[in-house]
C-alpha cells in the first residue's frame, strides 16, 4: 500500500472511532438541522434517535475504507430512513437540491466536534482526518438525493393513479344504469382504469347497461377506438350492455376513414340520448315536466 493509501486508511479508521465516540453529542447538534427538525416535529427524541442511526451507519461505511462508495453496505442500513425522511420533506415542496443542501449543512456541527479533539488542527494526520469527514459527508450527500428523487418519482407515480381516478367517475344515472363521462385523451394507462372502475360499479350497481360517453374525447384514432372496444367487451362479460355516446360529427368521420368497424356497438350523438335509450330497453318511460308557470289546476 502506498504512503498516501495508507494515511487515507488511517484517517477513516480515525473518523469511524471519531463518531462511535462522539455519537451522542453529533446527534444532538443534528437534531436541531432542518432535515431532522421538519420531519421530527412532534418528539424530538424520535429525531435524535434516526440522528444516531446515521452517525452509526457513517461510522461503519468509514470503517470499510469506503468513503466514497455510495454502495457501502453502511448507508443500505439507513437507505429506508433516508427515504421516508426524503418523501416527508418532499410532501412540503422541498427538491432534491434542497434536501442536499440540508444534508450539507450537518457537516459544521460535526466538524468542529472533530476540530476540537485533534491536537494540531492545522498537522497534515488532522488535515487527513477532515479530509476524510469531509468525503464521507459528501457521499451521505449523494445517497440522500438519489433517495429523494426515486421517492420523488413514487409520489409522482401516486399521484398519477389518483389523478387517473379522479379523471375516470362512474356516475350511477338511474338504477341499473351507470355512465363514464371521458375527457382527454384516452391512453392505454387511463384504458385499463376506465376498464377497472367501470366492472368495479357494474358488480356495485348490478348494472344492466353502462354508458361511455366520449364527448370530452378529442380525437378517436385506432388506438382510442381498440380500447373502447375492449372496455365494451369486458363490460359484457359481466353482463352489461355498453353504450357509447357522444360521437361528434368530426369523430363519425375520422371512425369511417379510419375504417373502424363499431357495427356490434350501440352509439347514441349524446349522453342524453344513450340514458333515453338504456330507459327503454327497460320498459321505463319518462314523462316530459310540466313547464315553468303553468298551473295544474
Known sequence: MSEQGAAEESAAG?????????????????ADADLFRTVFTVARDEAVE??????????????????????????????????????????TGATPAHIAGEV?????????LLRAELPDPSDEPAQECVLAFTQLMGTLRVVVRETALSAGEEV?????????????????????????????????????????????????ERARYAILDITGVPTVDSLVAQHLMKTVAAARLMGAKCVVSGIRPAIAQTIVHLGIDLGTVVTRSSLADALAYALR?????????????VSLS
Open 50 to 91: 434516526a440522528c444516531k442511526a446515521v452517525v452509526d451507519a457513517l461510522s461503519d461505511v468509514a470503517a470499510s475504507g469506503r468513503l466514497d462508495d455510495i454502495t457501502a453496505p453502511g448507508f443500505w442500513r439507513v437507505r429506508d430512513q433516508l427515504g421516508r425522511m426524503a418523501a416527508s420533506r418532499a410532501r
Open 156 to 204: 409522482i407515480a401516486r399521484q398519477r393513479e389518483q389523478l387517473l381516478e379522479v379523471a375516470t367517475p362512474v356516475i350511477k344515472l338511474w338504477d341499473g344504469i351507470v355512465a363514464v363521462p371521458l375527457i382527454g385523451t384516452l391512453d392505454s394507462a387511463r384504458s385499463q382504469v376506465v376498464m377497472e372502475s367501470l366492472l368495479d360499479a357494474i358488480v356495485a
Open 14 to 30: 480515525l473518523v469511524s472511532e471519531f463518531l462511535q465516540r462522539r455519537q451522542e453529542q453529533i446527534a444532538q447538534r443534528w
Open 104 to 112: 450539507a449543512d450537518l457537516r459544521q456541527p460535526a466538524i468542529t
Open 281 to 293: 330497453r327497460q320498459g321505463i318511460v319518462v314523462a316530459p315536466g310540466t313547464p315553468v308557470g
